[in-house]
């Protein structure tokens, strides 16, 4: 079964503007990490933030936890179509447990 | 350096059959992790090998096995195989088993169909 869930399902946005998803998980975590998945092919990992961190950025990359709410966001900024992807949450306890996943799509 | 390499990329079965699908880590990686990945369920966890040996299982059926050789090298089979085998199947690469503090490396997939 999976971690959590992820909102929104899917996202479309215009190229030039910012992108948020949330991600919600049930257990306590070590870490919890996003992936990138493009047209079904492999997962590309983005950003992993600790159980101890509130905020981590990454280029054009922005992740938030909060543990006392069991959630984590992710948000990029400047969209580019090549942005356009399946987002995933995963949090990290000796295996990745997935949430459903955000599509996003960038309009040029 | 090249990344985790999984093989083939397509395989289309007939139901009932059995299927071997291959991944060959990052050199230098001795963890091997498997994932199904099906619209209906997502990104589920099959299992993880270290070191020829299986650290951890998910929740699947005895049809789904794999192993390790010396060289990291894995594969995984599914024997007797249903339609709802039908997935991508991920495989993911790392220095070591157990927690840790950075991200996976993922192959491409193995899409296999079952007919």
């Known amino acids: 079964s999976q971690q959590g869930e992820e909102d929104p399902q899917a996202l479309s946005i215009q190229e030039g503007e910012n992108a948020t998803m949330n991600c919600s998980y049930k257990?306590?975590?070590?870490?919890l990490q996003w992936y990138r998945q493009n047209s079904g092919r492999g997962l590309v990992h983005l950003i992993l933030i600790r159980s101890n961190e509130r905020e981590k950025h990454s280029g054009r990359l922005r992740v938030t936890l909060d543990t006392s709410k069991k959630s984590s966001s992710l948000l990029i900024t400047a969209s580019r179509a090549a942005d356009t992807a399946s987002y995933f949450c995963?949090?990290?306890?000796?295996?990745?447990?997935f949430g459903a996943g955000t599509t996003v799509t960038v309009r040029a | 350096k090249a990344g985790v390499t999984q093989t083939p990329r397509y395989l289309i079965k007939t139901r009932g059959q059995q299927v071997t699908l291959s991944c060959s880590p990052i050199?230098?990686?001795?963890?091997v992790s498997w994932y199904q990945q099906t619209p209906g369920q997502g990104l589920q966890f099959l299992f993880e090998?270290?070191?020829?040996?299986?650290?951890n299982k998910g929740n699947f059926p005895g049809r789904f096995s794999g192993r390790q050789f010396s060289n990291s090298r894995s594969e995984m089979n599914v024997s007797t195989l249903e339609l709802g085998d039908s997935a991508l199947y991920l495989c993911?690469?790392?220095?070591?088993?157990?927690?840790?503090?950075?991200?996976?490396?993922f192959g491409s997939g193995t899409r296999l169909t079952v007919v």
């Open positions: 090998y270290f070191s020829e040996t299986q650290r």
């Open positions: 993911a690469s790392s220095p070591k088993t157990g927690r840790f503090e950075y991200g996976y490396t």
């Open positions: 257990t306590s975590i070590n870490n």
């Open positions: 995963a949090t990290d306890d000796y295996k990745l447990s």
């Open positions: 050199s230098g990686h001795r963890s």
